[in-house]
């Protein structure tokens, strides 16, 4: 039998255009389920969210206006940042600037979260833009909060002021950078020193501070003793030193000491202005009241034509030792007079109205 007759059908059967339609669609069709099994469409990646610190470090105040929680950003399609938690602290004449972000990304191999193309590592920069601002900022902290670890924290502060100044700050006064509140005035104590127009002032304070590895931070400040921290009031600005952070710091608990002062070789007339019964007040609080004074000539020592030396009393200078009830402050350092540290050595300032003076201290009494 012929493979094609005279007809064109296939073993003198089936046309031969007709079984090549069937030998295509079976051809298509095998081809259909081939593709169905073995090149389907890939499973979309798994993604994952965790949470990062970013140090922004100072940041201009009109940029700072412009940051708020919710503010997003994409590096790419598959990674988007998320502003959850937002902290300002002043920093000289600037706002530093810490973020909590949200940073969703996909999962590697080794199930770690990739975000821009690279693990959300401690001390990588991280860029920020939207179409209000541009900005970057350095990985300090990565976990699971959406906020970041702030804490309320009193401390004592020590500033130097104007008098101006010093009669502007007042109990309640709020530091507030861009609508937030980041410190708060307690109380407040003033008082005179050495110069007519400076005043001194202790402070009481709570501060927003952010706890980063487990230390205190205000800006870039440590919250310690010693440290300056810097509180812009919308009227004033301090520029501060903490003297003591945390427990109780009562401005007003003090305690009366007698204490033994001494001023050598000042002129006598300046000397004769000293007398019992002169006072320092600060408000309505007697600071210092002089209890008694004793004047006597300084003595100066000369040399005698045959080589002696002779110790004679000064025609004009006088050596002045004054005994005075002091109000004192009793703090875990030691005690203080008007915010200084008050041990034997020290200088004592007293504002008497008439006369100021400066005498260093011989003793402490109980």
Do not use: W
């Amino acid at each position: 039998m012929e493979l094609i007759d005279d007809e064109g059908r296939l073993f003198g059967a089936v046309n031969v255009i007709d079984a090549l339609v069937v030998l295509l669609i079976a051809a298509v069709v095998v081809a259909g389920a081939a593709f169905v099994l073995t090149d389907g469409p890939a499973p979309a990646p798994e993604t994952d969210t965790t949470y990062a610190t970013l140090d922004v470090g100072t940041v201009s105040p009109y940029i700072v206006d412009a940051i708020e929680e919710g503010d997003t950003h994409s590096p790419d399609s598959a990674s988007t940042l998320r502003i959850t938690d937002v902290h300002l602290t002043p920093q000289g004449n600037q706002t530093r600037v810490i973020l909590r972000v949200a940073l969703e990304g996909e999962l590697n191999s080794q199930d770690s979260l990739t975000y821009g193309g690279a693990p959300p590592r401690l001390g990588r920069t991280l860029d920020i833009t939207t179409d209000r601002y541009q900005i970057n900022g350095q990985i300090r902290d990565v976990g699971d909060s959406d906020a970041l670890a702030t804490t309320q924290q009193r401390v004592l502060l020590s500033s130097h002021v104007d008098a101006g100044t010093a009669a502007t700050v007042t109990p309640g006064d709020e530091i507030r950078l861009s609508g937030r509140t980041v410190a708060r005035i307690e109380n407040v104590t003033s008082y005179a020193t050495g110069e007519p127009t400076t005043r001194q002032l202790l402070v009481a304070a709570t501060l927003t501070a952010h706890r980063q590895q487990d230390r205190l931070r205000f800006g870039g400040t440590p919250v310690r003793r010693g440290q300056t921290v810097t509180l812009p009031a919308s009227e004033y600005t301090l520029d501060s030193q903490i003297e003591q952070v945390g427990g109780e710091f009562g401005l007003g608990a003090t305690t009366t000491r007698t204490v033994t002062l001494r001023m050598d070789e000042v002129r006598e007339d300046f000397a004769d202005a000293i007398e019992p019964g002169m006072v320092e007040r600060t408000g309505d609080t007697t600071m210092a009241r002089i209890t008694s004074v004793k004047t006597e000539p300084s003595l100066i020592i000369t040399t005698g034509e045959n080589g002696s030396v002779n110790v004679v009393d000064h025609p004009i200078n006088r050596d002045v030792t004054i005994t005075a009830d002091l109000q004192l402050r009793e703090t875990p350092s030691g005690l203080t007079f008007k915010g200084e540290q008050l041990r034997q050595g020290s200088t004592v300032t007293l504002d008497l109205g008439t006369v100021v003076i400066e005498a260093t201290v011989i003793s402490v009494g109980g």
